[in-house]
Every structure is written in C-alpha cells, then in structure tokens.
C-alpha cells in the first residue's frame, strides 16, 4: 500500500504546485472534516479539482479494510511556495496533532515509506468518528489527505452519522405519540478500526480501535444504553463502558433522557490494578430527533444535542 501511494506522491506535489496558484485551492483556516485550526498558509483542494490520483489513494486505503468500512467525505490540504520549507513540516505536523487533541481527537500514525506517511484519526467523544489518510512530504510542498469512513452498511460517519441530506434517503418526523411512538425498539452504531494489534496479555489480534453503541426504547417510558469502546496500542487495550438506564419523555421532537443508573468502567489490560469503576451523575440528557429511511432501507433514529452534534442509530430487526 504504502509503496503504491509513494508512486503517486509525485503526482500530488506536481499537481500542488502548478495548480495550486489557480482556481483549485482557497485559503483553508479550519478543517472541514474535523473542525480544527489549521496553520497559517494552509490552501485547500476544491472538491471538484481533486486530482484523481489523490482520491484513488485514499479508496485504497479504505479498500484495506476488507469491506468492513465504506469511505465518506474527503479533504485534501495543502501548504507550499515561499511559505514552506521541508524543515519546518514536522512543525506543522505538530501544530496539526496538537489542535486534533485539543478537539479530542487522537492521530494514530500506521505505517510510513519514504515520502509517505500512512495514519488515522479517531475522536470515541461526544460520538466516535474516524477518518484515514495520508501525508506526503517533499522539499516543495506537504500534502495531507484524508477521509471520514463508515461502517460498511451504515449511512454515516462511524458513530457520528451525518444523515438526511444523502442522496435517496427519506426523513420523518416522529410524532411523540402516548408511549413512546416511533422510538420503541433497540438501536444500535459502532465501527471499528481496520488495523489489527496483538494484545499481549491475551494473544489475540483485534482492530486497533472498536466501538458499539446501543439504545432499547421500550413502550412503558423507560430506556436502556450501552456503550462499549475499546483502544489496542502497544500490545495493551484500554476499554471504556458505560451502562445507563431510566425512563425517557418525549415532547413534540425533543427527547428527555432522565437516567437513574449511569454506570462506567475503566480497563486497562497491562495495568489491571488501575481499573477504576464508578457510578456517574444522573444529569438529564435532551436531543432533538428523528427518525429517516436510508437508502437501503433501513430505519435509523438520528439525535442531536445542544451544540448541534447529531448520532444515528439503526433499528435493529426484531
């Protein structure tokens, strides 16, 4: 893979720097994808001057993870001319990785052959998201591209479903209805990583990154979540649970999550002595929400909270 994209790194830089003056970048002060500053004298690719070498890389990173992930949104950045110089890369790139951990990402480098820099990005809070890409570095230019992937079969982001505006897809309103209406069922979301690690304490070779997210609306009011995210690095896995139960009141397309149990647990597979359990606040939690039909089918419930973030869950067949 790696080999492959260097191939193409050329075309990249040639393409950067005898087009990147025209019509086909803008200044780009913040990311598209993950929201974060950027450093001065970034340019953005425009969408529909995206060379295709560029995309052909990043579908075949995606491509790695076996039609277990899907690829969704991308954004190619840019920064070269007289504002650049090579040495002061490994600045930028440190500029870039600080402000993703201030946003409550986390860049995880995968691999790396000459010019070519293969990584991922992973944010499991407010809602897990993920992205792929890759960087390539040269005297003339640095180039990062990367995508938002999804669980294959999911009409979103991992965990952060950016649906109702997909092509095909169909969205409705939900009528709050005497018990619960539309909402009743189980839910669920998650993805996982398409690199694998060997955990030393067990032996066994999981995704770097995975997540599951479940919620049960039941008739009588009252609601269950379980949320499951697990982290390999190192031959050491970091697991973070949460088990939450209540009663939920919906009014009008407002629901109210009113919890009487919120429990989390912390594990840590080399260092067991520092697994932490505790039962949480009990604060109450409001969404706006939906209900839409995607493109394949299938029914999700999409809920936004009040800074405008909004999950998707697909309903489980009963």
């Known amino acids: 893979?790696?080999?492959?994209?260097?191939?193409?790194?050329?075309?990249?830089?040639?393409?950067?720097?005898?087009?990147?003056?025209?019509?086909?970048?803008?200044?780009?002060?913040?990311?598209?994808?993950?929201?974060?500053?950027?450093?001065?004298?970034?340019?953005?690719?425009?969408?529909?001057?995206?060379?295709?070498?560029?995309?052909?890389?990043l579908e075949k990173l995606v491509a790695e993870g076996g039609g277990k992930i899907v690829q969704?949104?991308?954004?190619?950045?840019a920064w070269m001319d007289a504002g650049y110089k090579k040495a002061n890369a490994a600045n930028l790139l440190s500029q870039i990785e600080a402000n993703l951990e201030k946003a409550g990402w986390t860049f995880e480098v995968s691999g790396k052959e000459g010019e070519v820099t293969v990584f991922s990005v992973i944010r499991e809070t407010p809602a897990p998201r993920a992205l792929l890409g890759y960087l390539v570095v040269s005297d003339e230019a640095m180039v990062l591209a990367w995508t938002e992937i999804h669980a294959a079969g999911s009409a979103g982001p991992v965990g952060n479903d950016t649906v109702g505006d997909?092509?095909?897809?169909?969205?409705?309103?939900?009528?709050s209805g005497s018990r619960g209406g539309a909402i009743v069922g189980t839910w669920t979301n998650g993805g996982m990583s398409m690199i694998g690690e060997k955990d030393l304490n067990t032996g066994s070779v999981t995704p770097r990154n995975g997540s599951t997210f479940?919620?049960?609306?039941?008739?009588?009011g009252s609601f269950?979540?379980?949320?499951?995210?697990?982290?390999?690095?190192?031959?050491?896995?970091?697991g973070l649970f949460n088990d939450k139960r209540g009663r939920y009141e919906i009014d009008g397309l407002r629901l109210t999550l009113i919890p009487s149990k919120n429990f989390w647990r912390n594990t840590y597979s080399c260092s067991p002595q520092s697994n932490k359990e505790r039962n949480y606040l009990l604060d109450r939690e409001t969404y706006?929400?939906?209900?839409k039909t995607d493109e394949y089918g299938a029914t999700l419930v999409c809920l936004t909270n009040a800074k405008g973030e909004e999950s998707c869950y697909r309903r489980e067949k009963q």
Request: aromatic share 6%; with cysteine; proline share 4%.
């Open 214 to 220: 479940k919620y049960v609306f039941h008739s009588d």
């Open 72 to 77: 969704g949104e991308k954004e190619i950045l």
């Open 1 to 57: 893979m790696l080999k492959k994209l260097s191939a193409i790194a050329i075309i990249l830089l040639s393409f950067t720097l005898t087009r990147a003056q025209n019509e086909e970048t803008e200044p780009a002060g913040r990311s598209n994808l993950t929201g974060i500053n950027l450093p001065g004298g970034t340019l953005r690719v425009r969408d529909g001057s995206v060379p295709v070498e560029i995309s052909e890389g």
């Open 166 to 175: 997909d092509a095909g897809s169909v969205s409705t309103p939900v009528s």
């Open 288 to 291: 706006q929400f939906r209900t």
């Open 224 to 238: 269950e979540f379980v949320g499951l995210v697990q982290s390999t690095m190192s031959g050491c896995t970091t």
